[in-house]
């Protein structure tokens, strides 16, 4: 009896990934396998997806180490959502002859989610709206944006199109990052001007950086402390490239009015974390890029990267 290669979704947290695209195409040429589960032990892991020859890892969820995939003999392919995924070690993948493929991407998600932050934030929105389903009213004054200044570390795709949203809501657009020429921020709307400057001087600091060795940590106690009582520092990006303890600190002694959080050190953030405590965080558990049309595109990639597979 011919044994049908197997394949593993790994992280659906929702149970959508079958629901999205038309698998019936391939459902009697595979042993589908769909985890909603999330593992962090690495004996786990490994025990797990020793059987399958293609794995499909959504974004950076869980980790495919050098140790992980030594260890995964029968393993060919793996299907990355996006075109970056810092978790898989790729030299590693590279030379136990294991393919990585990408699938394609939706950009929107991210600097939507950013500025629903920022509004929600500005506005109260979560505390106003918790008022009105306690039988309570008004607590809280709002900030306007008019006028007000955003401070963006990293102009590229998503930061540009942030200064853009910035811009139709009447804002004062500042930029910071290491390669950026005051060309390159012009053309966007935005002034350049240096990292100490655009935390003195933001309502809103948010970060849009790739995560490398270079960028991790790049915001520090010292540009925390930087900023005003009134300000509000937002993060969609990744988690590790501000100092997490630094930012807890600053917090919980009020030094700034508070942050919008979507992405974290370590993830699924843990239950006892102080971020899903401190009354001043509004945290979210990393949605920038679950969205209905960017899930659509991953999973009829993944399903189109088995195919090819198959095919070959």
């Known amino acids: 009896m011919r044994t049908l290669p197997q394949i593993a979704i790994l992280d659906d947290y929702q149970d959508v990934a079958l629901t999205f695209g038309d698998w019936s195409e391939i459902e009697e040429l595979v042993e589908i396998t769909v985890f909603n589960d999330h593992l962090t032990e690495t004996a786990a892991v490994i025990e797990r997806l020793q059987p399958f020859q293609v794995i499909a890892v959504m974004r950076e969820r869980t980790p495919l180490t ?158 925390l402390e930087l900023m005003k009582s009134t300000a509000f520092f937002i993060n969609t990006s990744r988690g590790p490239l501000v100092d997490e303890a630094a930012l807890i600190q600053v917090l919980r002694r009020k030094k700034i009015a508070g942050a919008g959080l979507d992405v974290y050190d370590l993830e699924p953030l843990p239950v006892q974390h102080p971020f899903r405590t401190l009354p001043n965080v509004l945290a979210t558990p990393h949605i920038g890029y679950v969205t209905e049309d960017t899930y659509q595109i991953f999973y009829e990639d993944i399903k189109s990267r088995i195919e090819q597979w198959l095919a070959q």
């Not at 002859?97 to 989610?113: D, F, H, M």
């Not at 918790?130 to 944006?145: A, F, K, P």
């Open 66 to 223: 050098r140790e992980i995939l030594s260890q995964l003999p029968n393993l060919k392919l793996i299907i990355s959502t996006g075109r970056r995924n810092a978790s898989i070690d790729m030299k590693a993948a590279e030379e136990l002859g294991i393919t990585i493929s990408p699938t394609r991407y939706q950009s929107s998600g991210a600097p939507e989610l950013t500025w629903a932050l920022l509004l929600a934030l500005a506005r109260h929105i979560v505390l106003e709206s918790g008022n009105v389903r306690n039988g309570n009213w008004q607590s809280e004054i709002g900030i306007d944006l008019k006028g007000k200044t955003i401070g963006i570390v990293g102009l590229g795709n998503i930061g540009s199109t942030i200064a853009r949203y910035a811009k139709a809501f009447e804002m004062e657009v500042i930029a910071w990052s290491e390669n950026l020429t005051e060309e390159k921020a012009m053309a966007h709307g935005a002034t350049l001007v240096s990292k100490e400057e655009l935390f003195q001087n933001a309502d809103f600091v948010t970060v849009h950086l790739i995560l490398s060795s270079r960028s991790r940590n790049i915001i520090s106690a010292k540009e």
